[in-house]
């Protein structure tokens, strides 16, 4: 049974990049800081061992490091080769500043 556990502070949150990396039930997260919402992706690019938090930010997609391949952030879908996989999402809910996550079902 997956339940909403605390990850991160708002704060914690690169305002630079605008991404952290955090650890979910073992598995490395990328929370993503856009100016209405926070989300939350495998950190873990699926087309290579790049970690998305030191990917690019801009406009809801995220640019692997390593290889360019770019992501839409809400949805975890693709946006240009070389990647093809969808990233695992993550449900955030924010209370007082605190960043909780909970898996996603596929």
Known sequence: M???KP???VGD???DTGTLRVVYEGEAVCLYKLPDEICATQDRCPHGNAS???GYL????IECPLHQGVFD?????PQC???????????????ADTVYLKAQTP
């Open 2 to 4: 997956d339940t909403w």
């Open 7 to 9: 990850v991160a502070q």
């Open 13 to 15: 949150i690169s305002p």
């Open 52 to 54: 998305l938090a030191d």
């Open 58 to 61: 801009e406009d809801g997609t």
């Open 73 to 77: 952030i809400r949805t975890g879908k």
């Open 81 to 95: 080769p070389p990647v093809t996989t969808d990233l695992r999402r993550y449900e955030v809910r924010v209370e």
